[in-house]
């Protein structure tokens, strides 16, 4: 119990370290979700501390990214207006990107020759960690290698997608914040809200979307991949 | 103090959608995860202004905006896996960067195109 504690306290103080190493250094491949978890891993193992004392305390703090998804209703809220505008270009990008996002991974798993749950538990990698998570036990994966991976690919993202959107000539605001969402969940929205604000509008309301989305076709595309 | 107090009991209300979510999610056998169908119920009652989005806004954006500290515990779920990130990592990196930039590149041209014919049309 003690432990458990002591756990979340090290989880929280190891955050806010690593939060302030973001803000003072501004190098993006210092995001807190690389610094805090490696603080945290090294004091686990110096201190002798065993992961399933530490996940005790640990899914207390994961347990609040259910909060957090019903907090998206709020941005969908506030966005309503510009989701109607646009509904169609907005749901057929988001439909090819989010069966895209399946089928690519599986794909490319298998061309690594990845074994099944190393497979299954990359489908959902691109969107938003807890529903990826649930994504991932549903259909027979892994959730927290594919907590791992969703981490993965948000960092991916962070550093591609501006990439991908310059050599692509992607003039669009709308188009801009779509890709950055639908590829790199809350971390592209970071990066979207850096280039505006209706960019970052546009990339909330991708990673709710890919959520659903991803939510509806895993079921469908994840029989078709082990074939 | 006040503000602290606020976002505590708002980010209580959210807790108890996603309660709801998980209750109905079970009863109902329904393939979807329980905070999903809380985000749903709560969305349909802002848009029907059976509550207001001032009643819970200051405890969404805490939630949101210190998301990242929610991912940590999982990201150090990777102790458990040292072997195979040993073992594995570089396919897990090549697949997950290949397909990032696959999806990035679909979903962008569409969009693009689709938003610029509209224009034409009009």
Same mark, same amino acid.
């Given at each position: ?18 939060? $302030?190493?973001?803000?003072? =250094? ?14 945290? +891993? ?20 994961? @347990? ?7 907090? $998206? ?29 399946? *089928?690519? =991974?599986?794909?490319?798993? !298998?061309?690594?020759? &990845? /074994? @099944?749950?190393?497979? &299954? +538990?990359? &489908? ?50 709308? *188009? ?8 790199? !969940?809350?971390?592209?929205?970071? /990066? ?36 | ?20 979510? @998980?209750? &109905?999610?079970?009863?109902? !056998? ?31 954006? $805490?939630?949101? =905006? ?20 040993? @073992? ?10 290949? =397909? ?23």
């Amino acid at each position: 119990m003690l432990v458990s504690f002591l756990c979340i306290i090290m989880t929280i103080v190891s955050y806010i370290i690593a939060k $302030f190493i973001y803000k003072k =250094s501004k190098i993006f491949i210092l995001t807190p979700l690389i610094i805090a978890p490696v603080l945290l +891993s090294s004091c686990i193992i110096l201190l002798g501390i065993d992961y399933t004392d530490y996940d005790k305390g640990g899914r207390w703090l994961t @347990n609040m990214l259910q909060p957090a998804v019903v907090g $998206f209703a709020v941005p969908l809220y506030k966005y309503r207006a510009v989701l109607k505008k646009h509904m169609r270009v907005i749901l057929v990008s988001m439909s090819s990107g989010a069966i895209v996002a399946l *089928a690519s =991974s599986g794909i490319y798993a !298998h061309l690594v020759h &990845l /074994k @099944n749950d190393y497979l &299954l +538990s990359l &489908l959902p990698r691109s969107v938003t960690t807890p529903i990826a998570m649930v994504i991932s036990a549903d259909i027979g994966g892994v959730p927290t290698m594919t907590a791992i991976f969703v981490i993965v690919t948000g960092i991916c993202g962070l550093i591609l997608g501006p990439i991908i959107i310059r050599f692509f000539h992607i003039r669009e605001k709308l *188009a801009k914040g779509l890709l950055l969402g639908m590829g790199a !969940h809350g971390a592209g929205t970071s /990066k979207a809200l850096e280039f505006g604000t209706e960019e970052g509008a546009a990339a909330s309301l991708a990673m709710v979307l890919a959520a659903v989305l991803t939510l509806i076709f895993a079921p469908i595309i994840t029989p078709l991949i082990l074939l | 103090m006040i503000k602290v107090f606020k976002i505590l009991i708002q980010v209580a209300v959210l807790y108890f959608f996603a309660i709801i979510g @998980n209750l &109905l999610s079970s009863i109902l !056998h329904l393939p979807i995860s329980g905070s999903i169908i809380g985000m749903f119920i709560m969305f349909a009652m802002l848009y029907f202004k059976i509550l207001p989005v001032s009643k819970i806004e200051m405890g969404a954006s $805490f939630l949101l =905006s210190e998301m990242l500290l929610f991912f940590v515990p999982s990201a150090v779920g990777i102790l458990q896996y040292k072997e195979a990130v040993f @073992n594995y990592g570089t396919q897990f990196l090549l697949v997950i960067c290949l =397909s990032t930039i696959t999806v990035m590149i679909v979903t962008g041209i569409v969009a693009e195109r689709f938003s610029r014919q509209k224009e034409r049309y009009r």
